[in-house]
């Protein structure tokens, strides 16, 4: 039996019939086209999929879609802010994708948008962190890529322009 | 000449689309009217399928199409992406689906159908009766007289045995004055790329398949699928995305979703779309686990007289890459490291019901190194030599012939102060002795080094190793670069685009690689592997790039009544040498001569020339100059805690030849994600799998650990040293693999150095560290 | 990964309403909090019996709260929100639970629940072995009405807790620590992002004389059917005068408590010797909580 669900994403509102036993991480990708969260692994264990749910950085792949009701659900999506002059940079970054870009935090890129709103919540309730807070802040992300060290280096960058 | 962008630490290209979502995944491709298929997968680790029954799945509502072992070409192939699929050096033994079972996981049957959950329905109602087999899981087991066969060809279960024999092993053994043994074990690993394996393969009814796909090669999928399918390859289109979520050599083979994506579209007359789970990825590819038997001579003062080497790799159900695995090992990671007239090595690859090994960066040369650079610090160890000097004596000189590919010679080869660095920034002649810190926290420093690698494939047998690019230039002096090479994430687009963009004379912004290759519009590329796009590709792109060039100088030498000859591209100008006044904006060139034959302005109609006339563009597909050897040296410091066996990377260096940096950011991050992965390797990854049924114990990434931010060095510092090699693109010759070959026998040694323990097989747990200690029982 | 049995999603408003769902899908329910446990045994396919799914986040049983008897913690307060709170953050006689609750990642720590924690009766987790031994007690409500299950009877078995089908877990409630107590708690992992391969929370209260007067020893992990009180740690501190070489002594005791098992995550005889380790460490750090007065030891 499907149900209704009412999501608010990145602003918007949608209503929807999904499985109760879909995955907000499903919901976001088949129903609404948003690819920024993604599957890395279906069990909580990479952060690829991670978004906001009330301004808290959570695994989209273990929350159903209708746990989400009247919940506002921020993905990578929704970050920055709306500033169209018409040149075709309609979107103005948040300063963590500026300072992944800067330090050369990005490689395949497809943990990125994860670890960036992990990131973004230890932004938003810590000051000025420190290197321990910082990889205990992505601790559940995991990158192939990168060994972290540049990812570690822009949260510090962004940290620090913020 | 100086350089604009080359050197420099541009931005990578692609890297706001990143931030942002990230649009070009192939797990993002979508077709109309596309299905999703799963594969049923074999419970028994050996096995023969007497009966399958799909006639209750086939009636599901929303299937589409079944397909079955009886349903498939029985057509043996290889997967591996770099050789042609009748190669004489590789093992044609798979087949799409079979009715023999060699592994547990193996697909037995597949469903398409409207969503992902009646796939799964459906799979559930398929029936299947398995006769049992005995199975084996251990290589050496498995080469023994009574075990059970796997293949019919492969007597003793032994798919390839390479031997390579220099010199004369009995008489450098008679010559030395010291014989050291030893036996080194790794053990199975995942490249754990964040992208799962996915695939779109859309039928057209005629015969033709357009493909979507996670891989690492454009040319290799498009001629293993034709293989499969037994087409011509013209009938696959092959897509190239923009990018992909990581690889490491663990998507440089066919898997099984696209030939069976394709026979289920064959089958529904609709595209069907395969993601594979975390778990099926985990049983899709891994590194062998390899068990090397090392023999060494040496004299008194630390040189080698003979070095003897045995390994037996174990290959799964299936030969793949474990035909070319173990033959990169034994050269690469063994006979060539390091100078000694008399050598020898024999390998076996060995077929075991488990699952299939793949390719992973570095390629055999992990496991030859952890065996290779241990042993040799326990020689210096036990003969109380030098470590550093000890491999300085013995390594190859710059000068000397290139030891595998005839003909040519180390020219370029910087070994030496990538030991001489590297030792100085870690402070390597500080060490103390073992367990000289008091407490139960021991520090400990050590090294490793990868004295001989390759830049691609050029000498191998029967391995591609060519490239081409298209550039075109545009009114508005922009640049579109069109190539087969596929950036896994580690920067291949943002290095080509900036040797474009070099060469070219415009800025990097300039220059895009075009989004929409495939292998109907670019020209061949061999895969991204083998360290090779930078030098390789890279070579090509610069070719191409030369092409366009001319072309652009010879309008520019027009338009500004100068000899083209005399003129130079840079900043998006063309100037007269020397008369810094007399330059004109390439975005006029490529206008001019991309302008209609008579163009009227202000000052009424001005004809061009013909010699002006036409797109300024330029192809290339051609196979480089040579294979250049990097040479690099990894130095770390480790914590060791006594009482609980904990190891902590503290801090690494790594020092790495690597001819000339194109991108000092981008190598950086080769670096360092390297070094996350010899962490795990070293320290904590192992599939694992119950030693009853083969299934994996491993499957997800509560299981399988590897290495968070914080598990991580607070410090990994890079020392490239720019020795400047003449056959590659502004200098550059390779990086990437050595990074994660390095770190794990360092990390060894440095235990050995903190604690007096040696550990002789991987992964170095606590547990086996308090073992050593004896603080556990040994098993 | 589906639930192929599943027929419904509630998500009750009243208690009572949870009771009668409770009563009329029994053990074919599972109750969703923050959801994370459910997830984690859907993904390796051990729910394929589950038609119900009953979500408790709008009955409203969040909260903490502090009077003279201790604290209460209402079911659904999440991870995050209990380690914000003043006297994980200050006090440190809960010095065990501001450890349990650093380890696991923030994506879990903000949905993951008091009461889901507990209901999971997985000795993987960290959280609850530092409720019990804290002295915990599971303030459960059911179709036969409310009653207290301590910690100490709570875990049964692996997945198995004293739970009757129909009942659910409203809160848990921590006694008023006595003075001169403290708490620590230490987790062995492979990653920062892993399940226990074993896990110990300890608290020691010290009489006037600096000798122990109360203790606690909770081991989890792959040591036996569940969370495991350590008997013999805990008498071998009585009396004791506080201090490393007790801790050792006390330490060695638990290999008597404890059934270690082996699987790929380590032996038998790793973990045996880790839970000695690492109890010693943890009273260690418990008693330095004591003599600096903060949590932060």
Redo the contacts between chains.
């Keep these: 039996?499907k149900?209704l669900v009412q999501l608010n994403v990145n602003g918007d509102t949608h209503e929807l019939a999904v499985?109760?036993?879909e995955?907000l991480l499903g919901v976001l990708r088949n129903h609404l086209d948003?690819?920024?969260p993604?599957?890395?692994?279906?069990?909580?264990?990479?952060?690829?999929c991670?978004v906001h749910?009330d301004g808290?950085?959570?695994?989209s792949?273990?929350?159903?879609a209708?746990?989400a009701?009247d919940k506002n659900v921020v993905?990578?999506?929704g970050?920055?802010q709306n500033n169209d002059q018409g040149n075709g940079n309609g979107?103005e970054?948040d300063p963590l994708?500026q300072a992944?870009?800067?330090a050369?935090a990005?490689?395949?890129?497809?943990?990125?948008?994860g670890v960036?709103m992990?990131a973004k919540?230890?932004l938003d309730t810590v000051k000025n962190p420190d290197?321990d807070e910082?990889?205990?802040?992505?601790?559940?992300?995991?990158?192939?890529?990168?060994?972290?060290?540049?990812?570690?280096d822009a949260i510090k960058l962004a940290a620090a322009a913020v | 000449m100086t350089l604009s962008i080359i050197g420099k630490s541009v931005p990578r290209p692609d890297a706001r689309d990143k931030v942002t979502g990230g649009k070009g995944y192939p797990v993002n491709v979508r077709l109309p009217g596309m299905l999703h298929a799963k594969m049923l997968r074999s419970p028994y680790p050996h096995a023969r399928i007497l009966r399958i029954d799909t006639r209750a799945a086939e009636q599901l509502p929303g299937v589409k199409a079944v397909l079955t072992p009886a349903d498939c070409p029985q057509r043996k192939y290889t997967t591996v992406y770099f050789v042609p699929t009748d190669a004489a050096s590789m093992v044609r033994d798979m087949l799409v689906m079979s009715d023999t079972v060699r592994y547990a996981g193996q697909p037995v049957a597949a469903v398409a159908a409207t969503s992902i959950e009646i796939a799964e329905q459906a799979l559930e109602l398929i029936e299947v009766e398995y006769e049992e087999l005995p199975f084996v899981f251990d290589p050496e087991e498995a080469m023994q007289p009574g075990a059970p066969q796997l293949h019919e060809h492969a007597e003793h279960n032994i798919a390839v045995n390479p031997v390579m024999e220099f010199g004369d092993l009995e008489a450098g053994f008679a010559a030395a004055d010291h014989v050291f043994e030893g036996v080194y074990e790794t053990q199975r690993v995942h490249t754990c790329y964040m992208e799962p394996r996915v695939c779109v393969v859309d039928a057209d009814g005629n015969g033709n398949f357009v493909v979507h796909s996670s891989m690492q090669h454009l040319f290799g999928l498009r001629e293993k699928l034709a293989y499969v399918l037994g087409i011509p390859e013209s009938r696959v289109r092959v897509i190239k995305p923009p990018y992909i979520g990581g690889g490491f050599g663990g998507k440089l083979d066919i898997g099984y979703i696209e030939p069976i994506a394709a026979l289920l579209s064959v089958r529904a007359n609709r595209p069907v779309r395969i993601e594979q789970t975390r778990y099926e990825d985990f049983i899709s590819t891994a590194r062998h686990p390899i068990k090397v038997y090392l023999k060494t001579g040496i004299t008194k003062d630390g040189v080698f007289t003979a070095r003897y080497a045995k390994s037996i790799l174990d290959t799964g159900a299936h030969a793949t890459h474990g035909a070319e695995v173990i033959n990169v090992h034994g050269a690469f990671g063994f006979l060539l490291t390091y100078r000694c007239e008399h050598r020898k090595w024999e390998g076996y690859s060995v077929y075991t019901n488990n699952m299939v090994g793949g390719g992973y960066r570095g390629y055999g040369s992990p496991q030859a190194c952890f065996a290779v650079e241990s042993q040799i610090d326990e020689i210096c160890d036990e003969l109380n030599l030098d470590p550093i000097e000890f491999r300085r004596k013995n390594a190859h000189q710059p000068g000397d012939p290139h030891p595998f590919v005839q003909g040519m010679h180390l020219d370029t080869y910087a070994f030496d102060e990538c030991l001489t660095r590297g030792a100085e920034r870690i402070g390597y002649a500080q060490r103390t002795p073992a367990n000289t810190d008091a407490g139960h926290i021991k520090r400990g420093v050590g090294f490793a080094c990868q004295p001989l690698w390759v830049s691609g494939c050029l000498g191998f047998p029967d391995i591609y190793e060519h490239s081409g690019a298209i550039i075109k230039l545009n009114v508005d002096g922009t640049a579109d670069l069109s190539t087969a090479a596929m950036d896994l994430g580690s920067g291949q687009i943002t290095t080509l685009c900036q040797i474009a963009a070099e060469a070219l004379g415009l800025p990097m912004e300039a220059v895009r690689i075009t989004e929409t290759a495939d292998t109907t519009t670019v020209p061949f590329d061999a895969p991204s592997h083998a360290s090779r796009v930078t030098y390789s590709a890279g070579n090509a792109v610069l070719a191409a790039a030369n092409v366009a060039k001319e072309r652009m100088l010879k309008v520019a030498g027009i338009m500004l009544e100068a000899d083209a000859g005399d003129l130079e591209a840079r900043d998006g100008r063309i100037t007269v040498k020397g008369s810094p006044d007399i330059s004109i904006a390439i975005a006029d060139v490529v206008r001019r001569a991309e302008s209609p034959f008579i163009q009227v302005t202000e000052d009424g109609p001005g004809p061009t020339t013909v010699e002006e006339k036409g797109t300024i563009i330029g192809l290339s597909s051609t196979a480089p100059a040579g294979n250049p050897s990097p040479a690099s040296v990894g130095f770390v410091e480790v914590t060791v805690d006594t009482e609980t066996g904990e190891v902590r990377v503290e801090r690494a260096v790594y020092a790495h030849d690597l001819g000339k940096v194109i991108n000092p950011n981008g190598a950086e991050g080769q670096v360092e994600g390297g070094f996350q992965q010899a962490i795990g390797y070293a320290l904590m990854e192992n599939l694992q799998f119950d030693e009853n049924s083969g299934a994996c114990l491993t499957g997800d990434f509560l299981d399988y650990k590897m290495p968070t931010a914080v598990e991580m060095p607070r410090s990994i510092e890079s020392i490239f040293i720019e020795s400047n090699e003449p056959t590659g693109p502004y200098g550059a010759k390779s990086l990437s693999e050595p990074c994660i070959t390095v770190p794990a026998p360092a990390i060894a040694n440095a235990i050995f150095n903190a604690t007096g323990v040696r550990i002789r097989d991987l992964p170095i747990t606590p547990e086996k560290i308090l073992v050593a200690l004896g603080k556990l029982p040994s098993e | 990964m589906t639930l192929p049995d599943l027929s419904d999603y509630f998500v009750p408003t009243q208690e009572s309403e949870l009771i009668d769902l409770l009563g009329r899908f029994g053990e074919r329910a599972m109750i969703v909090a923050g959801g994370t446990f459910v997830h984690g045994l859907e993904a390796r396919g051990l729910l394929s019996e589950v038609e119900a799914l009953i979500d408790i986040g709008r009955l409203g049983l969040g909260g903490i709260s502090q009077d003279a008897a201790g604290v209460t913690l209402g079911a659904t307060t999440t991870l995050a929100e209990l380690r914000r709170a003043d006297f994980v953050q200050t006090d440190p006689a809960f010095g065990a639970l501001q450890d349990a609750l650093d380890y696991p990642p923030v994506q879990i720590r903000n949905v993951g629940t008091v009461g889901g924690c507990l209901a999971a009766s997985a000795p993987l987790y960290d959280v609850p072995a530092a409720l019990f031994a804290l002295d915990g007690t599971a303030c459960v409500r059911g179709a036969g009405g409310a009653r207290d299950i301590p910690l100490n009877e709570f875990f049964v078995g692996l997945f198995e807790n004293a739970l009757r089908t129909d009942e659910f877990i409203a809160a848990v409630t921590l006694p008023k620590p006595a003075a001169r107590t403290a708490s620590a708690f230490l987790k062995l992992e492979t990653n920062a992002n892993d399940l226990a391969i074993i896990n110990v929370a300890v608290r020691i209260t010290l009489g006037e004389n600096g000798r122990c007067a109360d203790s606690r020893v909770v081991i989890g992990g792959g040591v036996g059917e569940c969370y495991v009180r350590a008997g013999s740690a805990e008498a071998a501190l009585e009396g004791g005068k506080a201090g490393g070489e007790l801790f050792a002594t006390a330490a060695a005791a638990v290999a008597h408590d404890i059934e270690p098992v082996t699987d790929q995550r380590g032996s038998e005889a790793y973990r045996r010797h880790m839970a000695i380790v690492y109890t010693r460490r943890a009273l260690e750090r418990a008693l330095g909580r004591m003599v600096t007065g903060g949590t932060n030891g």
């Design positions: 039996m149900k499985n109760p036993d995955t948003l690819i920024g993604k599957r890395g692994c279906d069990s909580g264990g990479c952060g690829c991670t749910v808290k950085a959570v695994y792949c273990m929350m159903y209708v746990s009701q993905t990578i999506e970050l920055g979107r970054l994708q992944f870009i800067d050369g990005v490689q395949c890129g497809y943990c990125t948008c960036i992990a919540e230890l290197e910082i990889r205990h802040a992505i601790a559940g992300n995991l990158c192939r890529c990168t060994g972290y060290q540049k990812i570690v």
